[in-house]
C-alpha cells in the first residue's frame, strides 16, 4: 500500500500547480496551492498515508456527509420529505430548480439540501455546532478538531447566495429556523479543520457498513450505509459526479478546500487533498490521484 | 435461486394490478398489464427464470445500451465530444437542458443523447438496424430475436418531440445525418423484441468485465465496460436514477415498454418485466421487483 | 364624464363576488371584496369619481411608481446600469430569470426591480419612507397620506421570498445597503393606504407630460415621462401586460391591494380600486373597467 | 417631411459601417451593409423617403405582420387558444419558453408563434404563399412584388431550429399540418422582397384605424387595428421591445434582412431599410433613426 501511494504520488506530482485554489473569501484564497496529500484507511482503522496528509485544511461541504448522518440518525426516513435523492443536473449553488420545484432541495450534496440538513439538525440540538464538533471528534479518533472561526465568520460574511436559497426554501415553508441562525451553524460545520488522516478515519464506517472503529459506534445500519455512499456516487462531486463516476466509480464527497473523500465499500476510506480546484470546484490533484488510484487496483464498484 | 426468484414473485405478485401501460402510441398500449417475468444469468451463462420470462416484449430504452457499446466500439473516446456523462436532473425528452448547453445531450440514456448515438451508428453503419439487429441476435443467443415492425411505425408517425430533439441538435451542429432517417433507425431498435431470458443473456457481458458468454466475443474492454455500468447507475433510469441507486444500487436501465435490466457486476445480469409503468415511466412491479431482490441478498454494490 | 362612469359602474358591478382578495398576509386577507372606485383626473387637477373612490387602500405595487420616479429624479439614465427595461415573460416574483441574468432584474416592475430601486433610494435618502411619504402627499394633495404599519410589519415578518432576490441580487453585487433595512423601506412604501382620488391626482403628472398640477413641480422631463408610460405599457402589469395593452391599451400599474393606476396621455390619470384579484393578482374588477372605459372612448393609445 | 428626412440621413449616416449583416445564410449574407433607406406614408397614401427607399429586400420577419393579419381576418378571437399575447423575455427562437408553456407560443412575433400562425394558414389556403403574394401585392399597390427563391431554399435548407420548435408544437397537438409543408410556406414569406416604399404602403392600414388606402379595404377593424399594434409595441422588436418603447415609443417590427416597420397611429406608417444589425438581430441603423425620428417630433404614443 505504501509503495502504491508513492507511485500515485510520484504520477500526481507533476500538476502541482494547475488548477484554482477558492478565492470567494480571503481565508481560503490565501492557502497554499502547493501541497497534496492522501490518506487511506482500512475496515481495521490501520491508516497508510503519504505527502500532507497531516495537514489540517477546510472541510467546507465534506461536512455536508456529517451534516447527513446527524439528520438520519433523527430524522430517519422522514427526512425525505423535505429533501430528494436526485442528481441535480444544475451548479451545486443555483436556485433554478429550486423554484421550479417549490423548494425541495435536489439532494442532500448541493448547498440547498444542505441547508434544510442544517435545518433539521438546528431544530435538534440545542447547540447545533458543538453536536457536529463531537460527533466528529469521534469517529476521527480525534479531540482537537475544531472549526476555524475565522473562516466561518468570513463565510457568513459573504452568505448572500446561500442565504437567497434559504429565504426561497422558508417561501415555500421548507425551513422552520431563522435564517441567519441556521447559517452560522452551516457556515461553522463548512469551517471545521482536518487532515486526511482524520478523515480517512472520521469516514471510515462508511466503508465498514455503518461501523466506526474509532468511535466504537454503529453509526449508521448497513442499509442507511449503502443508501449513503449510493447518494454519495450519484451526487457527490458537483457538476462531475457522473464523470468522477465513469472515471473513478466510488462514491465520494469534495469540499472546496481542496478536500475529496472516497470509499471502496467493505474494504477502505480514502481521503486525498490539494487545494487548487479544477473548473466545477473539485480538487484538480484529487480527482487526478482517485483517477490513478482506481485505475490501478480496479476499485471501481462497477 | 429459484427458491429466491420465487419468494420474490410471491411478493411481488399483490402488486400485479397497480401502475399504468404506456399508451402514447397504440400498439404499446395494447399490452395486458398483467404480466410479470424475471430472469437472472450468472457469469457462466446460467439462466434462472420465473413467470413471463420468455415472453418477448418491446426492448424500446433497453436498447439505449446496445446503441452506446456500438458506439464506443467504433468511436472510442472521442464519442464523448458529442455527448455527455452526466445525470440530466430533467424529464428524458425535454429540450429545455438542450438549449442552454448547446445541443450537447447530458448522457447518452436520455433521449436527446440516444438520438446523437443513434446518428453516430447511422454514420458507421450501412445497414443500422441490421447491424443492431445482428449484434443483439448473437448478444442474446438467439438468431429469432426481430423488430416489430408495427410498433416502429407507429412511433415513426409519432416522432414529434423526438424529432423537435434531433432538429435542435443539428441546428447546434451536432447531428450529421438525416433526421427522419436516424429516426427511422432509432424506432427500429426500440422496436425490438426480446424475452428476460434473452435479456439476461444479452446483457450478461456487463455483468462479466465486457465479455459475452453467447458470442465468446469480448464486447467492451473491462475498462469501458466499469464505464458503461458506472452510465447506467448515475442515469440509466430516468428520473428516478437517484432513488434507484439509494434502494436498489445496480446499473440499470429500463423502456417504457415494461422492462428493466439491472447488473451485478462480476456476478449477474438480471432482466425483469412487468408492463405497468410508475409515474416516472419505470415498470412499477419491475422496480420493486429489484428492491426487494437487492434487500434480500445484499447485492447493492456500494 | 360623469355618465361615463355611472355606466361603466352598472356594467361592472354584477361582477362583485368574482375573484379572490390577496391572502397572503392577514392584514389584507380581511379587506371586504365588495368594493369598487373609480376615479379620473384630467390635466387641470380636475377629479371625477364614482363608487368607493375615496376610500383609502394599500397601494402596494403602484408605489414601484413613485419608487421608479425617485430613483430617476436622482440617478438618471445610470441608473439603468442596475435594472432593465424589457418585459420578463416569468411571474413578477421568480428567481430564475435573476439567476440566469446575473442578478439585473429585467425591470422596475417586477419585485426584484423594485427591490434594487429600493435599495438605489435607501442609499439616497437619510430616510428613505419619510422621503417618499413627503413625495406622495404633495402629488396627492393630501397631507394626511400615510403608511399602515401592521400590513408593513405583516409583509415584514413574511419576507421570504423577496429576501430570497435582494440576496441572490447582493450575491452578484447588484445590491449595496443591508437587506433588512432596504425589506423594511420596500414594505412600508407598500403599505401606503391612498383613496383612488388620491392615486388619480398623484399620478396625474403621467399624463401632463411630467408636470403635477398639486406639486406644482416638474416631475419629471417630457421626455423621462414618456420613457416611465412606456415601461408602464410594457411591463406594468404582472404576466397580463400583453393582454392588458390588447385590451386596454393605455400605460397602468396595478398593486395586490387591488388599485390600477392608467394614463391616458396627455388627457387623463386614472385610478381604478377593487380587491378581489384575478388569476395573475391584478384587480379583477379593474381590469374590466379600464377595459369597457378604454372600448368606449377609443382611448388606446395604439 | 422632406427636410426632416434629410435631417435623420445626415444624423444616421455616419453609422454605416457598425454593425453586422445576417449571415446564417449565403444569400443573405452577401447584401452590401452600406445601404440606408427611409419611407413615410401618410394616411392618404402620401409617400416621402430618401436614400435607399425603392430597393427591394428581403422583408423575412417583417412577414409575421402580414401572416398575422391574415389569420385574424379568417379565424378571429379564437385564433388566441393557439399563441399568446404576451411578451416573451426570452430569445426569439428559443424553446425553452415553449416546452414550459406546453407547446402554446407567447405572441406571433417570436418564431414559434409565426409557426403556428403559418400552420393556420396552411389549413385555410390552398396555395398559401399566393394566398400571402396577392395580399401583399395589392396593400403595397405593387404587382410586382415576389419571394426571393434561392432565400426561401437557402432558409428551408437551414430549417433545423425552426423545425424543432414546429414539432415540439406538434408533440403538445398545437400544429396541425405537415412540418416541412408548413415551413415552405414561411420562410416563402420571409423570402418576399419589398422596398421601404412598399412597405410603408403596405402597412399604411396599421395607421389608419385598419383601412388601406391603395387596396381601398378595410383590412382589418379599427378594435382589430389597435390590438395589432398593441402587440407590435410589447412583443414586436425581438429583445429590445422594451428599450424600442423606452427610446422610440411606437409599435414596430423588424426583420433580419435590416426593414423595420414603424406606426404612429392615426398618422404615419414608417419604413426604414439598413442590413447591418444589432446585438439582438434589428438594424442597428434603423434602431437609430427611428429614435431620431421619434425624439425630434415627439411621435411617441406615451
Redesign the interface.
Known sequence: MAQLLEAIYDEIRPLLGQGKVADYIPALASVSPHQFGLAICDVNGEVTSIGDASTPFSIQSISKVFNLVLAINHYGETMWERV???????PFN????L??ENGIP??PFINAGALVISDMNESRFASPHIGMRDFVRRLACNGEVVANKTVADSEFEH???N??????M??YGN?END?DDVLHSYFHNCAIEMSCEDLARATNFLANKGYSVCADEQVLT??QN??V???L???GMY?????F???V?L?GKSGVGGGIIAVV?QQFSICVFSPALNKVGNSLLGVAALTSLS?RI?W???
Do not use: H, I
Open positions: 430528494g435523492r436526485e442528481p441535480s443536473g444544475l443555483s436556485l433554478v430548480q423554484e421550479y435536489r439532494n452568505r448572500a447566495r442565504a437567497a436559497m434559504a429565504y426561497l422558508k417561501a425551513f435564517v448497513a442499509d449503502r443508501q455512499n449510493a447518494l456516487a450519484t451526487s457538476d462531475e459526479a457522473g464523470s463516476a465513469f472515471e466509480g462514491p465499500p485505475k480496479g471501481s464498484v462497477y
